[in-house]
């Protein structure tokens, strides 16, 4: 059964009631449906009814921009552009199963068409034989260079080892695919902490990001591997899959609110295309149905 959008179910609740605590308890378990957490959902519903109160608004139009405009001190973006002068290094991290391989390309091909030469993806999930082959035949398709080791062998090693191809180039972009699997969450912090001090000492100075990928259908499960690998390493920027604005993605209001991370890239389909900037306001519009 289709999933109702927040917009459908805004526009319902408008339809249905006047603007009494009723219908502020009715969009707080809308804004839940829409993906963003309880803790989330009352503390903006709470906000937005003390405004609306205060500055007697019971309009309908000005409701919605009001709730936009606390939406969007929780939802940011960021622009991610690797420095032309220098070695740059973006680390992905992420589940198994989020599309963390197939967004390493999408990302690749993105930034090889904005004009960057010397890009490196490097098959850094080396526990998955498959990972490395996907991610080898990704590069064959889309004419970029992977550097890969044997399954089973040191992940920051070949990290090192495209590092140091994209450097002999004078500059560039190293993308690193890395394992995913949480059910053995102590070895894999272990590892992935081992292949950040790699990529810090192998990246120029402001140069080096750490990309967490997340499923936007997976709602607050998102939120809490966005919380495990936050507290591991520390992330810079969010990668949304799956990402279809009128049905979920509300987890990128949690991840602004509880974690402050923005959100670079937003994936919704198949092919290498079809990833783009993710842009704040239009995504909080998106969600409203504005």
């Known amino acids: 059964m289709a999933k109702i959008s927040f917009a459908e179910r805004l526009k319902n609740l408008f339809a249905g009631k006047k603007q009494n605590e009723a219908f502020f308890d009715d969009l707080a ?85 904005s004009g960057v030469k010397n890009i490196v993806l490097a098959s850094a999930d080396t526990f998955r034989a498959a990972a ?39 500059a560039g972009l190293v993308i690193a695919d ?4 949480l059910h053995n969450k102590e070895n894999l912090v272990r590892e992935l902490q081992k292949i950040d001090r790699v990529c810090r000492e192998k990246a120029d100075e402001g140069c080096y990001k750490r990309i967490l990928v997340l499923d936007a259908t997976t709602g607050q499960n998102a939120l809490r591997q ?31 609110k509880e974690l402050n991370i923005p959100v670079a890239f937003v994936c919704n389909g198949e092919k290498y295309e079809d990833i783009r900037p993710f842009n704040a306001e239009k995504y909080v519009d998106d969600f409203l149905g504005m």
């Open 29 to 113: 378990d809308s804004l839940i449906e829409g993906d963003i957490g309880a803790k989330a959902a009352f503390e903006i519903t709470e906000t937005l009814e003390n405004e609306c109160r205060k500055n007697h608004i019971n309009d309908e139009s000005e409701i919605i921009a009001r709730l936009k405009h606390i939406l969007l001190d929780y939802v940011k973006d960021i622009s991610l552009t690797p420095d032309a002068e220098h070695t740059n290094i973006w680390m992905v991290l992420g589940v198994n199963g989020v599309g963390k391989t197939t967004s390493v390309a999408k990302l690749g091909n993105f930034i090889k068409k």
């Open 132 to 170: 490395i082959e996907q991610l080898s035949l990704h590069g064959e398709k889309i004419g970029i260079r992977v550097v890969s080791h044997q399954h089973g062998s040191d992940p920051a090693a070949v990290v090192f080892d495209a590092a140091s191809a994209c450097s002999a180039q004078g």
């Open 226 to 256: 966005a919380e495990v690998f936050n507290e591991a390493l520390g992330i810079d920027a969010i990668i949304l899959t799956k990402y279809d604005s009128t049905a979920k993605g509300g987890v990128a209001v949690s991840v602004g």
């Open 178 to 181: 890395t394992a995913g699997r």
